[in-house]
């Protein structure tokens, strides 16, 4: 395995000083610990195997019984499959501590020790006697294949095809674009947005012209090495524990000082521990109380269309609407308005060409004020590219963020995060867990200390019990929906 960069087929919008200096320093945090180099061919079995590694709980400082508040401590030491321990960290584990019976669950935080070992630190945050079950410490990948994932996405940045379809009359071409098109004798059309500087490019159609450009991506397809699929694997590691769990006087104050957590579940419930709690919005009645004179516009992926979704049918709008939108609804009663967009390319459905639109320039028509909420989520498509290119266009839209609330301060700005998704084995490719969470730190990152509503979804997929799904399942969205109505309608609940 080679880790050379091989941008040189991607182009990527220009930088300011300042800009650059704030990608470096991006780049550094989300740098992964490096594997060591040793020659190949690497033998699978000189990699993590969680058959042969082992995990302790470690004992409860100062001894006594467990307390609602305390940190439950897991240490993992990795094994390779010849039964030697491991002498470096870059395993991607994820951690979960729940309790079926009390429908609670909360992630761990897992600290890479870099040498093998492994602390996952879940905070105890739900009171009762409880069978406490650490479930779901999964080793998504060993630190070999987050080399090969990293490889990848510079060494085929290219590795997802966009088959984008021109058109006239009944001349039909299709040809391949993205941001990262490898040059060929072909020309080019430059499909770069003049006003954000977002790139995208195709070949050009044979006989038809760039101007004949219809859809966006009509079809995707993979091109990875079959070779390259046996670095990567996914294995868990479970276990039972039964903790009797009592409290303190005040366990949400304790748990809050302790905990790094964006929330817990309990009872099936969302209990945020980080700005606004989380009311329950379970009646259209509540629903429509809060949006009542709300313009609210959601702009992204089809994980922010789920939540359109879920509102047109708490509200009950009768609509059927094209997949990819742009999609409005009215409740002209209520005065309450909806849209959504999607965002710019490169998406992997498909959108006409005349309705891919950035969000930057989206935003940059909203007048904003008391009344609108404006609703973001863009991932899920963005995960295959270098990250460089995600970095750009989230300071991007984050410049158009910070204009709507120069020109309209009481603006409410809701972002929603990434969330892990199913582990099938093909997806973990193009699309692994690995990419999605090194991405969420680079957004998280960016609108850092900007006044902006984060909806965690990362955690909370993750703390829940359901299995992973790129769209969270319907209990989940709907504590999204209710994190997002408590954002707009702090102080009520019903
Ligand atoms: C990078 O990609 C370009 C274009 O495909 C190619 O010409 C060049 O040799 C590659 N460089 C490396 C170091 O692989
Ligand atoms: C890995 O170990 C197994 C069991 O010891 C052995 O059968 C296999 O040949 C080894 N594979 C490689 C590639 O070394
Ligand atoms: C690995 O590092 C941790 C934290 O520094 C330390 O507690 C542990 O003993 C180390 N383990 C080994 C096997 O060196
Ligand atoms: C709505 O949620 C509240 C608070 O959790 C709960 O007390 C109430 O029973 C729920 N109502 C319905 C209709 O589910």
């Not at 590694?53 to 240490?75: A, E, M, T, Y």
């Not at 090969?148 to 984008?164: E, F, G, K, S």
Request: glycine share 6%.
């Amino acid at each position: 395995i080679k880790h050379q960069r091989n941008l040189s087929f991607c182009s990527f919008r220009h930088l300011s000083p300042e800009e650059a200096v704030e990608e470096n320093l991006i780049l550094n945090s989300i740098a992964w610990p490096k594997i060591p180099p040793l020659l190949p061919p690497r033998s699978i079995n000189d990699t993590s195997d969680p058959a042969h590694s082992s995990f302790i709980i470690l004992p409860k400082k100062g001894g006594g019984q467990w307390i609602v508040g305390d940190q439950l401590k897991v240490r993992i030491k990795m094994f390779d499959y010849h039964g030697h321990p491991k002498k470096y960290g870059g395993d991607f584990i994820l951690a979960r501590l729940h309790s079926p019976a009390l429908d609670a669950g909360v992630a761990g935080q897992v600290l890479d020790h870099l040498n093998g070992t492994y602390s996952v630190v879940f905070p105890l945050l739900w009171e009762g006697s409880a069978q406490v079950e650490v479930s779901a410490m999964t080793l998504v990948h060993p630190s070999e294949a987050v080399a090969v994932l990293h490889w990848l996405t510079y060494y085929q940045p290219d590795r997802l095809d966009y088959n984008t379809q021109f058109r006239s009359g009944s001349v039909r071409e299709t040809t391949i674009c993205n941001i990262c098109l490898p040059p060929t004798q072909e020309p080019i059309c430059d499909y770069t947005d003049v006003r954000t500087g977002e790139p995208w490019f195709c070949y050009k159609p044979k006989t038809l012209s760039c101007d004949h450009k219809i859809s966006h991506a009509i079809l995707c397809s993979v091109k990875v090495k079959k070779e390259i699929l046996v670095d990567l694997f996914i294995f868990f590691i479970r276990s039972k524990i039964d903790l009797g769990l009592t409290t303190t006087d005040q366990p949400e104050a304790r748990s809050r000082s302790v905990s790094g957590a964006a929330g817990y579940y309990y009872k099936g419930v969302w209990r945020s521990l980080r700005d606004t709690p989380v009311h329950q919005f379970n009646t259209t009645s509540a629903i429509t109380e809060c949006l009542k004179n709300k313009e609210i516009h959601m702009y992204g992926d089809s994980t922010i269309r789920q939540w359109f979704q879920y509102l047109l049918k708490k509200l009950d709008f009768q609509s059927s609407y094209p997949k990819s939108g742009p999609f409005f609804a009215l409740d002209s009663e209520n005065n309450i308005k909806v849209t959504f967009r999607c965002h710019g390319p490169p998406i992997r459905f498909s959108v006409s060409t005349i309705e891919m639109h950035y969000i930057a320039n989206e935003l940059n028509e909203v007048a904003g004020g008391p009344n609108t909420v404006i609703i973001i989520g863009i991932w899920a498509h963005v995960i295959t590219f270098p990250v460089e290119m995600y970095i750009r266009r989230l300071m991007t839209i984050r410049k158009a963020v910070l204009r709507l609330l120069t020109r309209a301060p009481d603006t409410l700005i809701i972002i929603r995060t990434a969330n892990p998704k199913d582990l099938a084995r093909f997806e973990e490719i193009f699309a692994s867990d690995w990419y999605i969470m090194q991405h969420d730190k680079v957004l998280r990152t960016i609108f850092k200390g900007i006044n902006v509503h984060l909806v965690d979804a990362w955690e909370m997929t993750l703390a829940h019990w359901l299995p992973h799904n790129t769209h969270p399942e319907p209990p989940i969205i709907s504590n999204m929906m209710n994190a997002v109505f408590s954002s707009i309608c702090p102080g009520n609940s019903s």
